[in-house]
């Protein structure tokens, strides 16, 4: 997971925010790898972004 979400680079450091930051980045790479297409996780996540029918299918799987 670090090498799609970058972690390295993240600057969330201060009280609670980083444990907060992990479960929102689980929770939604958790969605987007059971999206039903044969793409990369990067790739989806990219697409995701991109494409507001692919994120719908992504959340409502």
Not at 14 to 27: D, G, R
Not at 34 to 44: E, G, I, M
Request: charged share 35%; with cysteine; net charge positive.
């Amino acid at each position: 997971m670090d090498v799609v979400f970058r972690d390295d680079e993240c600057r969330i450091r201060k009280k609670n925010s980083p444990a907060n930051f992990a479960t929102v980045k689980h929770m939604a790479s958790d969605l987007l790898r059971a999206a039903p297409h044969k793409h990369s996780l990067r790739l989806k996540r990219k697409l995701a972004g991109w494409d507001d029918q692919f994120i719908y299918e992504v959340i409502t799987a």
